[in-house]
């Protein structure tokens, strides 16, 4: 291991030995490759390790910081990338966890691999991209439950409002028609409550004739 005398030594002479980062991940959306998580890794840590240098990630107020730690001298850098989640789930989580890290050992080790992904993605027709930002999110999961609940409380076939909405199941709903749906549901539990008050009232008209 070379010793250096400080995090700035040791990362002058780790650029000076980083190798080419291949392009090992494809991304099928574009067809085409770029370099992942693991590709920076194996070029950056082994060669950051050599130099007395520990590498490490871990989540600070909603960003992932990526550090590099001179063992002997104790001094570091570190870089701070906010986690853009864009599901809420872990694998939301996950996806934007990786690519914080990516982003953190490119920043700090200064490599600069070609990334055939963003340049896709940067170069998409500006039609689809914004038809892709326009697409609304679901509704949530609190929303599809009151919405199950409404349903089968008024009595209201779900199939009848799943064709207005051109939807196949009320999850995949988007989020700006919940209020119209409860609107729906409500309005034709209405009609349906008319629709019986006048069918007693022909059925007492119709008695009461019998009886006269």
Same mark, same amino acid.
């Given at each position: 291991?070379?010793?250096?005398?400080? %995090?700035?030594?040791?990362?002058?002479?780790?650029?000076?030995? @980083?190798?080419? +980062?291949?392009?090992?991940?494809?991304? &099928?959306? @574009?067809?085409?490759?770029?370099?992942?998580?693991?590709?920076?890794?194996?070029? +950056? %840590?082994?060669?950051?390790?050599?130099?007395?240098?520990? =590498?490490?990630?871990?989540? +600070?107020?909603?960003?992932?910081?990526?550090?590099?730690?001179?063992?002997?001298?104790?001094?570091? =850098?570190?870089?701070? =990338?906010?986690? %853009?989640?864009?599901?809420?789930?872990?694998?939301?989580?996950?996806?934007?966890?990786?690519?914080?890290?990516?982003?953190?050992?490119?920043?700090?080790?200064?490599?600069? &691999?070609?990334?055939?992904?963003?340049?896709?993605?940067?170069?998409?027709?500006?039609?689809?991209?914004?038809?892709?930002?326009?697409?609304?999110?679901? %509704?949530?999961?609190?929303?599809?439950?009151?919405?199950?609940?409404?349903?089968?409380?008024?009595?209201?076939? +779900?199939?009848?409002?799943?064709? =207005?909405?051109?939807?196949?199941?009320?999850?995949?709903?988007?989020?700006?028609? @919940?209020?119209?749906?409860?609107?729906?549901?409500?309005?034709?539990?209405?009609?349906?409550?008319?629709?019986?008050?006048?069918?007693?009232?022909?059925?007492?008209?119709?008695?009461?004739?019998?009886?006269?």
């Amino acid at each position: 291991m070379t010793e250096h005398k400080n %995090i700035y030594a040791a990362l002058a002479a780790a650029q000076g030995e @980083f190798g080419k +980062v291949t392009k090992g991940a494809t991304n &099928p959306a @574009f067809k085409s490759r770029y370099a992942d998580l693991a590709d920076v890794a194996s070029v +950056v %840590i082994p060669v950051m390790n050599a130099h007395g240098c520990a =590498v490490l990630h871990y989540i +600070v107020d909603g960003a992932m910081r990526t550090e590099f730690v001179h063992a002997a001298s104790e001094s570091k =850098v570190s870089c701070d =990338v906010p986690l %853009i989640v864009d599901k809420q789930n872990m694998q939301g989580m996950k996806s934007a966890t990786t690519y914080a890290k990516r982003i953190g050992l490119e920043s700090l080790s200064g490599i600069a &691999p070609e990334d055939d992904d963003g340049n896709a993605a940067a170069s998409a027709p500006p039609r689809q991209q914004a038809k892709r930002e326009e697409t609304p999110p679901a %509704i949530s999961e609190a929303q599809l439950t009151e919405l199950e609940v409404l349903f089968t409380h008024l009595s209201v076939p +779900v199939a009848e409002f799943l064709k =207005v909405a051109k939807v196949a199941s009320l999850k995949e709903l988007p989020a700006p028609w @919940f209020n119209r749906a409860k609107k729906w549901v409500n309005d034709k539990a209405a009609e349906k409550r008319a629709a019986q008050d006048n069918a007693l009232a022909d059925d007492a008209a119709f008695l009461a004739g019998d009886a006269a």
